[in-house]
């Protein structure tokens, strides 16, 4: 198990630095940066001056490991546009996006699962069909085009909630957050539900098929003719089951509702890091844009080996070794 | 007092086109301490009727006509929530499958605690004790170590007990064996229905027991009815069901079964119905390539083989753990000869045939067909000109033919694949095929899930002689079908064998059958070859204590009075 996990984080690593390797000889092509940092009555000098000072002149390669050096130590840089540590901007921003992507991450499981549990058992009835043909909206309209009509339905029309920023928000140390306050709660449900629509949905299909499937398993049948009520059937039996393979996918979805909380911060004009992305993509901030990439591909790393710690806890067939099954 | 008592219940399932009536007018009684077996072919709605009893019908069935009643009370037509509580607690059921009738994720003990809990209002620590005892009872030795165990850490055998155990957990009056050793070995089978019997005398519990198999009703029940297309034909005890049959159905169906006493030409088929299906022997052997068997040196000389599989992956030598799957395996196989294996499951008998067949690698031995290695030819051209010659037949016809491809895509396959014919031809030669195997050249366009599983042998026969083989290692080749079906394909191999001169490789479990096909038989026990011997003299005499409590557990039927039934038929 231990070997397993040492195993496990030996090739996190690995990932880690090929990201870190791809995203710096991408940099070249998203323009120069220099541009943007000097005014008007720029000279050459000038210009070849700042290149040398920021290290500019050399090959990525060597600027990866610069920054590579730099990360070990904690070190993520000074970005180019505000003249401060990343690190500290990045700290700033973080909260922001994290109780954005909890809250939409929470309510796409609960709801997700509940809702796939409810249409697999009432196959038949008018709800679950309703809200599969509901579903069918969540998963084929696009991630901006959902948060701009509830900007125009309930901010617009109805004027109920704001359609953008964060509202207020409480420091607590360094973690700035918006749970408690009316207007900063008021201001997540919007772009709450605007990123997890699309995982809910996709939870809730997979939730459902799979726990057709099992409900058509033997043993299933067999806790029926053990005579089981239906509640432990399905909500111990069918569910534990179910969720084997669903737990994958959802991890997966965790990750990317972090990463495409971008379109949905750029929609409402969130204060989170995918924001703060965007605008670094437009000025060229090389140190910004990656430690941004290396704290997302630690996210994705860190949720898959979750993921599969969990598959050792939910199904004993994978914690016994080969020999004794 | 009558336990179960079932009156002209008619079962129907209505589809888009027509209503099929899966059960008519079947009745039937069951009586504490009794076991009524419940016999007949697949699709004679046997199984339909125990799902029936307990109200588990799958949608849209449902029942049109007839009672069923427990212990006088009517119990069809009660409302979910009734039947929910007659469910385990008067009428529990024993599923086919151990392997997956077990909640893969559940302890022992926490499957046996609920079902425990669910009936009876006890505590969690009296319902363990409860469990501990049923474990015991149902002869799983260790009951304290086991009760913490999950379902995979089971054999296949303990696994059923498992599954007896949580039928008995609610101390029922009448249980519904569904095949219930269906999937298990000889010994394994015999044991379980033993320990069925026991139960039934011990607690008074009226059971019905379902099966395809004769040999098993012989053996285990009290009164016996055949069903025949949802209708029961015949009914009674069961001494005089198989003594002295009076419907030709029954007749028929009991002549179908191999017998390990008595070596006939053919198997007899199942004439009732009309289910007989011509096969073109003739038309195959006029354009088969003439095979001179030279009779002096064996074809296939299997020399010392030997298969380890890796249990543990391991970086350094010594990390690594292997399991011996078969362990220096040494036989000749005679040209024309069908030679046989026979084994429990988990002997290495199919792992033999993957290796001749150059599925898997030999590890270690030799192995020559008609002179020439064959078990580590790296020569392309040589490989495929042997694997021209030896052509497989698998047990499992629903797996072994991709669903995706049209049926003469099947065949051609192998044509295509060795280059033997171009264009028209090849598709002239698979309808040829089809219609000698007795499918019928319209096959052709189907595909594999519009035929019953004798039908999709048939097709696998075909694509097997596609090639004009010598050699056919057939794997297990009738052991998912019934037995009239079974009578159809083995006669098939047969042919096969008189006509073309074909050499097989015949691997089964079932003893009757290895009989009545093969003229040398090897038994198999954990990798090794027990004993090799003619098939008559094995049966007449067994040489080793392994192969003579093989031939003492499989189950037979009371040949007396069968014998005339097969000069009849």
């Known amino acids: 198990m231990l070997a397993y996990i040492i195993r496990r984080v030996f090739q996190s690593v690995i990932v880690l630095l090929v990201v870190g390797l791809v995203a710096f000889s991408m940099f070249r092509f998203v323009g120069d940066p220099i541009d943007n940092m000097l005014g008007q009555e720029r000279t050459q000098a000038d210009i070849d001056r700042l290149r040398t000072e920021l290290g500019l002149d050399k090959p990525f390669p060597v600027q990866y490991f610069k920054f590579l050096q730099g990360a070990v130590e904690g070190n993520f840089g000074v970005s180019y546009r505000q003249g401060r540590p990343v690190s500290t901007i990045i700290a700033e921003r973080a909260p922001a996006t994290l109780e954005l992507a909890a809250v939409s991450g929470f309510l796409a499981i609960t709801l997700g699962i509940a809702l796939g549990v409810f249409t697999a058992i009432r196959r038949q009835g008018f709800a679950a069909n309703a809200i599969m043909t509901v579903s069918l909206i969540g998963v084929s309209l696009p991630t901006f085009l959902i948060g701009i009509l509830l900007i125009y339905i309930f901010s617009v029309e109805l004027d109920l909630l704001p359609s953008f920023g964060r509202g207020e928000t409480v420091k607590i140390g360094n973690w700035s957050t918006g749970f408690l306050t009316a207007s900063g709660l008021k201001a997540l449900i919007l772009p709450a539900i605007t990123l997890g629509l699309y995982q809910m949905t996709l939870i809730m299909r997979l939730v459902r098929s799979e726990m057709l499937e099992v409900l058509r398993a033997d043993y299933v049948r067999f806790a029926r003719a053990r005579g089981l009520t239906d509640r432990v059937i399905n909500f111990r039996h069918a569910l534990k089951n179910t969720l084997v393979p669903v737990i994958t996918v959802t991890g997966l979805q965790l990750g990317s509702i972090i990463a495409f909380a971008i379109i949905t911060e750029t929609v409402f004009q969130w204060p989170g890091v995918g924001l703060l992305f965007i605008n670094a993509i437009q000025f060229v901030d090389i140190p910004v844009m990656a430690a941004y990439l290396m704290l997302i591909s630690v996210m994705f790393v860190s949720i898959n080996l979750i993921v599969d710690l969990l598959y050792y806890a939910i199904d004993p067939r994978l914690r016994i070794d080969g020999r004794t099954a | ?569």
């Open chain 2, 1 to 569: 007092m009558t336990l179960l008592d079932i009156k002209d219940l008619t079962v129907e399932f209505p589809t888009r086109r027509k209503i099929f009536r899966a059960v008519n007018h079947a009745s039937l009684v069951v009586e504490p301490g009794q076991i009524h077996g419940l016999v007949g072919e697949s699709g004679a709605g046997k199984s339909t009727i125990g799902a029936a009893v307990l109200g588990l019908l799958e949608r849209p069935g449902h029942i049109t006509a007839g009672v069923i009643s427990f212990k006088g009370d009517q119990i069809s037509g009660l409302d979910d929530e009734a039947m929910r509580k007659l469910r385990g607690r008067s009428i529990s059921m024993i599923f086919q499958d151990p392997l997956t009738s077990l909640n893969p994720l559940f302890t022992v003990k926490e499957q046996l605690v609920e079902t425990i809990q669910a009936h009876h209002d006890v505590s969690e620590g009296e319902a363990t004790k409860r469990a501990r005892d049923l474990i015991d009872r149902v002869g799983i030795p260790d009951p304290d170590t086991r009760l913490n165990q999950y379902p995979h850490q089971f054999s296949g055998g303990m696994r059923q007990r498992v599954v007896i155990a949580l039928a008995l957990c609610s101390d029922p009056d009448v249980i519904i064996a569904d095949e219930p050793t269906t999937a298990l070995d000889v010994a394994v089978q015999a044991q379980i229905l033993d320990l069925i019997k026991e139960l039934a005398r011990e607690r008074q519990v009226g059971v019905i027991l379902v099966t395809h198999d004769m040999g098993v009703i012989a053996e285990t029940t009290d009164l016996v009815t055949v069903m025949y297309d949802g209708e029961p034909v015949e009914s009674g005890p069961t001494h005089e069901i198989m003594g002295n049959p009076q419907h030709p159905y029954t007749k028929s169906l009991i002549a179908a079964v191999p017998r390990p006493t008595l070596k006939l030409h053919r198997f007899p088929q199942i004439s009732y119905g009309g289910r007989e299906t011509r096969f073109a022997i003739e038309d195959l052997a006029r354009n088969w390539p003439k095979t001179d068997n030279d009779m002096s040196k064996p074809l296939f000389q299997i020399e010392g083989i030997t298969k380890r599989f890796l249990l543990r992956k391991g970086l350094l030598p010594w990390d690594r753990e292997f399991f011996t799957a078969v362990d220096s395996v040494s036989f000749d196989i005679r040209p024309g000869e069908v030679f046989g294996v026979v084994g429990e499951s988990g002997s290495g008998k199919s792992t033999v045939a993957r290796m001749i067949s150059g599925l898997y690698d030999v590890d270690e031995g030799r192995i020559t067909f008609d002179g020439q290695v064959v078990s580590d030819l790296s020569d392309k051209a040589a490989l495929n000109a042997y694997r021209q010659e030896i052509q497989m037949i698998f047990q499992d016809p629903y797996s072994s033919l991709n669903p995706r491809m049209r049926v003469d895509d099947i065949v051609a396959e192998p044509i295509r694949h060795h280059r033997l014919l171009e264009g028209n031809a090849i598709d002239k030669r698979v309808r040829e095929l089809l219609d000698q195997v007795g499918l019928g050249a319209e096959a052709a366009v189907k595909y594999p899930h519009e035929f019953s599983g004798g039908q999709r042998q048939r097709i696998s026969i075909a694509r097997a002689l596609a090639t004009q083989p010598r050699f056919l290692i057939c794997d297990e080749p009738t052991s998912a079908l019934d037995v009239s079906i079974q009578a159809q394909i083995l006669n098939i191999l047969k042919d096969l064998q008189e006509h073309l001169g074909l050499t097989m490789l015949f691997i089964s479990h079932d003893l009757p059958v290895v009989r009545q096909m093969c003229d040398r038989v090897a038994v198999m026990k954990g990798g090794k070859i027990a004993e090799i011997q003619q098939t008559d003299d094995l049966f007449a005499n067994p040489q080793t204590e392994y192969a003579r409590e093989l031939l003492e557990l499989m189950p037979k039927l009371d040949d007396l009075s069968t014998e005339n039934l097969v000069a009849e038929s």
